[in-house]
Structure formats: C-alpha cells, structure tokens
Nanobody, 125 residues
Framework: QVHLVESGGGLVQAGGSLRLSCPAS????????MGWFRQAPGKGREFVAAIRWNYGSTYYADSVKGRFTISKDSAKNTVYLQMNSLKPEDTALYYCAAALSYQTDYTGPGKYDQWGQGTQVTVSS
C-alpha cells in the first residue's frame, strides 16, 4: 500500500499561482508513476498531469499545457504540481494518485491504484 496526502490548495485570483504537494509513504518502491487529477462539481474526474517515476517523463492535459508543471523529488517520494496563470475553470478538487505497475499510458484514472483525499483549488475571477 502507498499512502498519499495532498496539500497546497486554496483560494487564488485568476492569473495567480499555487503549488500542490503530495508526499508518498509506505511501499513507495512500487510506484511506477504519479499523477494529478481534478474533479469539479457535477463533472467526472479529469486527468491533469503525470510523471513516470524512474524516467521522469511527463504528460499533460491540453487544457493545462504551458501553465502547469509536474515534478518530483525522488529522495522525498514527493510529487508537485506548479500551477501558474490560473483560470476560474481550473477550480476543482485536485487529487494525487500513484500507479503501482507499469502502464503504457497514465492518463486514465483506472491506471492508478492509490489516491489521496484531495485538496481544493478555487480560482476567483
């Protein structure tokens, strides 16, 4: 099992920035990739970004490319999501997730085995 706890959410004005953090604990040696997803009220869980744990390859949803950056600190078993130029449509509950087996694609929520409890991001216009 891998335990994830997100932090860093909050209320920010449009155009502002936030940095989300997600340290992993437990059987972290099993992590193949970590990702960020978000869910707005009344909508499904949406892929935001992912990073392969060993190689550092990154993947982004088109809606956040050029504004968000996913990164990791392997020594701390922590993944980050730097969010710049935030827009009101970025408002959602943001979840961190860990995939514990190799996948060819990490953009679907079904590829992940463990999830955090979420951190709220609210962007005011």
């Amino acid at each position: 099992q891998v335990h994830l706890v997100e932090s860093g959410g909050g209320l920010v004005q449009a155009g502002g920035s936030l940095r989300l953090s997600c340290p992993a604990s437990g059987h972290t040696f099993r992590i193949s990739a970590m990702g960020w997803f978000r869910q707005a009220p009344g909508k499904g869980r949406e892929f935001v970004a992912a990073i392969r744990w060993n190689y550092g390859s990154t993947y982004y949803a088109d809606s956040v490319k050029g504004r968000f950056t996913i990164s990791k600190d392997s020594a701390k078993n922590t993944v980050y999501l730097q969010m710049n130029s935030l827009k009101p449509e970025d408002t959602a509950l943001y979840y961190c997730a860990a995939a514990l087996s190799y996948q060819t694609d990490y953009t679907g929520p079904g590829k992940y085995d463990q999830w955090g409890q979420g951190t709220q991001v609210t962007v005011s216009s």
